[in-house]
């Protein structure tokens, strides 16, 4: 069965920092774009990171310049390196993944169960 499971989520200080990872498993032929999405209690869920399969990345303008987005294709990971953590970086962070499936080669998106990433003192 495909799936994304995460690790790295934690309690930080303000000013601290996480790496979250994400790792793709099952009969995958290909991975798209690769992200990380975050949700807030009672707000929607929006985007924090995304990277392409060729190492195009777009982040949110509230974590530029802070989180870094990678990708390993070998071993299909997606990772978010998380610096100078705010309390309102605190959010459930999802990872979501574009594949193509074998053997059919049919698309869909992927999504992991959640990783909570809490910033306080």
């Known amino acids: 069965q495909v799936q994304l499971v995460e690790s790295g989520g934690g309690l930080v200080q303000p000013g601290g920092s996480l790496r979250l990872s994400c790792a793709a498993s099952g009969h995958i032929f290909s991975i798209n774009t690769m992200g990380w999405y975050r949700q807030a209690p009672g707000k929607q869920r929006d985007m924090v990171a995304t990277?392409?399969?060729?190492?195009?990345?777009n982040y949110a303008d509230s974590v530029k310049g802070r989180f870094t987005i990678s990708r390993d294709n070998v071993k299909k990971m997606v990772f978010l390196e998380m610096n100078s953590l705010k309390p309102e970086d605190t959010a459930v962070y999802y990872c979501?993944?574009?594949?193509?499936?074998?053997?059919?080669?049919?698309?869909?998106?992927?999504w992991g169960q959640g990783t909570q990433v809490t910033v306080s003192s």
């Open positions: 979501n993944a574009g594949v193509l499936l074998l053997p059919t080669l049919l698309s869909r998106d992927l």
């Open positions: 990277i392409t399969s060729g190492g195009s990345t």
